[in-house]
């Protein structure tokens, strides 16, 4: 008797993992970062409030976020939240459909990212071990059998995400859905039309017609910090676009994002970023 052996199709593979991590933040603010990998953030505890590409996001205990490949994401207020974050490597171009958007996990979703995490984080190491390079490295004596069995737990995780994004409709103002985030979302646009300027928060009351008291709740309300401090997050995420993707020097850097001078970007620019500007020039070469 002949048997048809049914073929099952790859359809795509997690080739590398680049980080695991399980974080409670503390009172303090999440470091700007950007990549070319997907990177998975999931909130177990608390609220995190994130900038992606200059767009708010507020994730809440049980949701996650995918940023896409090269998105600048920050998070512009201290938070308490406790996260769990994996990044990653893979062959699947469609998937990056899921990106840059609030994830609801369900309870079998969030089973399985938590036995992702536990077999991740004992299963690799970082290293430095050579200046500029970061990654992991497999623990010595690690069974290939566990690695095999996180790949392909990782990859469920990825697929289950994908066909339930993909059977559920959406729309460009899913995270807009209400007045208020419609309204906030006006005076976002607004900020980052004005990078190249200096503003005070009067001046933004005025330009969006809402009282000053009211900008201000609303922004608290909505993203945990100040329209001020929104607005000096999107200045550090352009001018780390500026530095990485143009070939303006950093005097026109510091005057196309409104700085009296190069003295006074780069003092700005260490002060949020740690590292001055050819610094960080030299750390995005070493990439």
């Known amino acids: 008797m002949e048997y048809h052996?049914?073929?099952?199709?790859?359809?795509?593979s997690v080739g590398a993992v680049i980080s695991f991590f399980r974080i409670r933040f503390g009172e303090r603010h999440?470091?700007?970062?950007w990549h070319n990998f997907p990177e998975l953030l999931y909130v177990e505890e608390g609220e995190h409030h994130i900038l992606v590409d200059g767009e708010p996001f507020l994730l809440r205990a049980g949701e996650a976020i995918l940023y896409a490949p090269n998105a600048y994401h920050i998070g512009p207020a201290p938070s308490r939240a406790l996260v769990d974050i994996v990044s990653f490597d893979t062959d699947f171009p469609p998937?990056?459909?899921l990106c840059n958007r609030v994830l609801m996990l369900?309870?079998?979703q969030k089973r399985l990212l938590s036995d992702i995490m536990t077999e991740g984080l004992s299963s690799f190491r970082r290293t430095d071990i050579v200046e500029g390079v970061r990654g992991l490295l497999p623990v010595e004596d690690i069974s290939p059998f566990s690695l095999m069995r996180l790949k392909n737990n990782l990859e469920v995780l990825l697929i289950d995400l994908y066909t339930k994004a993909a059977a559920t409709p959406t729309d460009a103002a899913s995270n807009r859905n209400n007045l208020k985030e419609q309204r906030l979302h006006l005076i976002t646009e607004y900020l980052k039309s004005q990078l190249h300027r200096t503003l005070t928060r009067e001046e933004v009351a005025m330009a969006c017609h809402i009282s000053d008291s009211a900008l201000?709740?609303?922004?608290?309300?909505q993203l945990g910090c100040g329209p001020m401090t929104y607005f000096l997050a999107l200045k550090v995420g352009e001018a780390k676009r500026l530095i990485r993707d143009s070939s303006m020097n950093f005097t026109e850097i510091a005057e196309a994002l409104g700085f009296g001078s190069i003295h006074h970007f780069s003092k700005f620019f260490k002060a949020k970023t740690g590292l001055t500007p050819s610094e960080y020039a030299k750390a995005i070469d070493k990439r």
């Open 5 to 12: 052996k049914a073929p099952l199709p790859t359809l795509f």
């Open 30 to 33: 999440f470091g700007g970062d």
């Open 95 to 97: 998937l990056y459909s």
């Open 106 to 108: 369900t309870a079998g």
């Open 216 to 221: 201000k709740e609303l922004f608290h309300e």
